[in-house]
């Protein structure tokens, strides 16, 4: 699975905006753009690649982490997000 490319998360001051090809503009949080920002590094990316990506910054449970990313990928996938 891969990003829109259309798509962005800008940080700035602290916040963290997820922008559209639109140009509308939505204010995320810290989790949703660490791995938004981790699936685009990535290219591809499965549910494990991210719950990596979190473990790597934060201390987690694998199986929390692996919550966390299949959590945010779902609603990417709901929102249209991914390609």
């Given at each position: 699975?891969?990003?829109?490319?259309?798509?962005?998360?800008?940080s700035?001051?602290?916040?963290?905006?997820?922008?559209?090809?639109?140009?509308?503009?939505?204010?995320?949080n810290?989790?949703?753009?660490?791995?938004?920002?981790?699936?685009?590094?990535?290219?591809?990316?499965?549910?494990?690649?991210?719950?990596?990506?979190?473990?790597?910054?934060?201390?987690?449970?694998?199986?929390?982490?692996?919550?966390?990313?299949?959590?945010?990928?779902?609603?990417?996938?709901?929102?249209?997000?991914?390609?």
């Amino acid at each position: 699975m891969r990003l829109r490319n259309d798509c962005s998360v800008l940080s700035l001051r602290g916040k963290h905006l997820l922008t559209l090809a639109d140009g509308r503009s939505f204010e995320v949080n810290e989790s949703f753009a660490f791995l938004w920002k981790a699936a685009a590094a990535a290219g591809e990316f499965t549910a494990e690649t991210l719950a990596e990506a979190l473990l790597s910054e934060y201390e987690l449970s694998s199986q929390d982490a692996l919550n966390e990313a299949s959590e945010t990928i779902a609603l990417w996938k709901q929102y249209s997000l991914t390609e």
